[in-house]
Nanobody
Framework: VQLQACGGGFVQPGGSLRLACAAS????????MGWYRQAPGKQRELVAV???????NYADSVKGRFTISRDNAKNTVYLQMNSLKPEDTAVYYC?????????????WGQGTLVTVSS
């Protein structure tokens, strides 16, 4: 599975950005896709995940502001980020996980930088 992420950039507090992650390759057995982020000096953390059945999970810090969605026809997952705060500044990574029998595979896209600053 290859993941191609895009959509990062610079935005002022209160602004919005949308990240996109396109998956290619052996995508038929993908169980879930999501976004993680890593701020300078901090550990990578889960932001949002969407499962094959459509259910979603969000970090408490982004609930009500971020929305994860997917376009199955385009094999693409989106992260709509609204009401952005300076503490949302981080490198955002797309993630996908496959389950093939008893084996669990995880994949990462390249990071995309989101900077929220006035």
């Amino acid at each position: 599975v290859q993941l191609q992420a895009c959509g990062g950039g610079f935005v002022q507090p209160g602004g919005s950005l949308r990240l996109a992650c396109a998956a290619s390759g052996s995508i038929s057995s993908i169980n879930n896709m999501g976004w993680y982020r890593q701020a300078p000096g901090k550990q990578r953390e889960l932001v949002a995940v969407i499962f094959v059945g459509g259910s979603t999970n969000y970090a408490d810090s982004v609930k009500g502001r971020f929305t994860i969605s997917r376009d199955n026809a385009k094999n693409t997952v989106y992260l709509q980020m609204n009401s952005l705060k300076p503490e949302d500044t981080a490198v955002y990574y797309c993630n996908a996980n496959r389950v093939v029998g008893p084996v669990y595979y995880t994949y990462w896209g390249q990071g995309t930088l989101v900077t929220v600053s006035s």
